[in-house]
Every structure is written in structure tokens, then in C-alpha cells.
């Protein structure tokens, strides 16, 4: 069968030639759309059963709509079974505003990964984005990703970090620690293996 | 307010619930260390103010200096 196959008015749709293009249209590749955590005024946010055996990576985006808090931390745990792995990260941070550039590694200490950093000023500039590579898989899991903010106490912001959990385990899922309350909405997406 | 969010992604049912006996021990220790990395990066502020101040240059002047 020639895909994707593709039909005219009046002809008949058969299940198999539906189903034929939905596996065309995976093969394509790109993100897939898994699940979305909206919590208000938290400050421990677990995903569980997001990351599976349908895809190696994934991504995480969060749109920020308030902190509790300016100049505290959020940091990103792995977790399986509903409970978080708290050792054997590493993590690099290099942050930079205006002409200043500064890095620092295992910010948060080696019990959690760097995600971000809060302001209470315009959260809705804050835009957070972190690739996660095979934490499904019993190998060691890296994330790496960017964050950014624009507010009237901190400048413009721009950090980039990278981190990794060098405990050969596959994980399902990842805890967010906020040292103070945050409202958001958190995506998860999957990239095709294609 | 429950202190942890808790979603399922096969269902995506939410769950509110309060720590369990590990997660609040947990917690304690986070805490503890957030406020000493607070204090940590307050220190270090006060320290760069402080040897910029002695240096007697202007903030134009370490942002070149920094390039």
C-alpha cells in the first residue's frame, strides 16, 4: 500500500488504510504531545508515567505564571514507581546578563539537576525548555536545555544548563522542586525515534 | 494546600496529597539547602560589591573589564 494513502469524494475509508496513515504520519517524526501538569501555588510537581519505551527523547516546556518568591530555585528529579532518585546527579550552569557571563557547576548540590531560577517580576518572559535523552532506558539520562527571563530587578537573563543522573536506571517520570510556591503549566513531548 | 501535585500521565489523573514520611525528611533537607544557597549567593553578591567598591571602578568599568 502506497502511503499515504489518499482518498477522493465517494470513495470508501477502510480501517486499514486509516490506520496505515496514522503509522505514515508517525514515521514522520517530530514531537508528540504527551501530558501537561498545571499546578497553582505548589511546590513539589511529579509527573509519573511519561517517559516510556515509545520514545528515547523527550521535552519539557513550562510556561510560567507566578512565583512565590525572587531569587529561588527550581531543580528537576528523576523518578520511578512514584518515587524520586536524590543522588549521583551532575549538573553545569552558565549564566549570562548583560556583558556578564558566570558558571558554576551543581548549583543545586549533586541530590537534583538545575531547572531554573524565579522572579516574581513579568513571569510570562520566562521561558523554559530542557531536552531529556533516554531516561527509559537503563542507561544514564542527560538533560540539557535553556532558560530565560526579562525583569526590572535581574535584567535579561539567559542560562543554559546542562545536567545528567549517572545511575543507570530507566525512570518514568520527574519530579519539579521549587524552593517557594509556582503556578504553570508544565508540557511533556515526545520526539519520534524516526 | 496539599504539598505535592501529582499527576499520571497514562491517566492523567491529578492527585493532591501531603508527603510521605521520606518526601517530607526529603523536603527538610531541600529547605535547608535552599536557604543556605540563598545565603551562599547573597555572600557572594556582598563580596563583589564589596572588592568592586575597594577597586574604585564604575559598574561600566567591570562590565568592560568582564568582556
Known amino acids: 500500500m502506497a502511503l499515504p494513502v489518499t482518498f477522493v469524494a465517494g470513495d470508501v475509508l477502510e480501517a486499514a488504510q486509516l490506520n496505515s496513515n496514522f503509522t505514515y504520519v508517525e514515521g514522520l517524526g517530530g514531537l508528540t504531545y504527551i501530558t501537561q501538569a498545571t499546578p497553582s501555588a505548589q511546590t513539589t510537581i511529579s509527573i509519573n508515567n511519561c517517559f516510556t519505551s515509545a520514545y528515547e527523547n523527550y521535552r519539557i516546556v513550562m510556561n510560567v505564571s507566578a512565583f512565590a518568591v525572587a531569587d529561588g530555585s527550581v531543580g528537576l528529579r528523576l523518578r520511578v514507581g512514584g518515587v524520586d532518585a536524590t543522588t549521583n546527579y551532575v549538573s553545569q550552569r552558565l549564566l549570562g546578563t548583560g556583558a556578564t557571563v558566570a558558571a558554576a557547576s551543581n548549583v543545586l548540590g549533586t541530590d537534583e539537576m538545575y531547572f531554573l531560577s524565579t522572579s516574581t517580576l513579568n513571569p510570562r518572559t520566562n521561558a523554559v525548555c530542557y531536552d531529556i535523552s533516554s531516561p527509559n532506558i537503563a542507561t544514564t539520562t542527560a538533560m540539557n536545555g535553556s532558560f530565560g527571563l526579562a525583569d526590572a530587578i535581574n535584567g535579561v537573563i539567559l542560562i543554559n544548563s546542562y545536567g545528567a543522573h549517572t545511575t543507570e536506571t530507566a525512570y518514568d517520570g520527574f519530579t519539579l522542586i521549587a524552593s517557594n510556591n509556582m503556578t504553570g503549566t508544565i508540557r511533556v513531548y515526545g520526539y519520534q525515534n524516526s | ?67
Open chain 2, 1 to 67: 494546600m496539599a504539598d505535592v501535585y501529582e499527576l499520571d500521565a497514562q491517566t492523567g489523573k491529578v492527585t493532591l496529597r501531603d508527603y510521605t514520611e521520606a518526601e517530607a525528611e526529603q523536603r527538610t533537607k531541600d529547605l535547608a539547602k535552599h536557604a543556605a544557597l540563598a545565603q551562599a549567593e547573597q555572600d557572594r553578591k556582598a563580596l563583589k560589591a564589596e572588592v568592586i567598591a575597594k577597586l574604585g571602578l564604575t559598574a561600566d568599568e567591570v562590565a568592560a573589564l568582564l568582556s
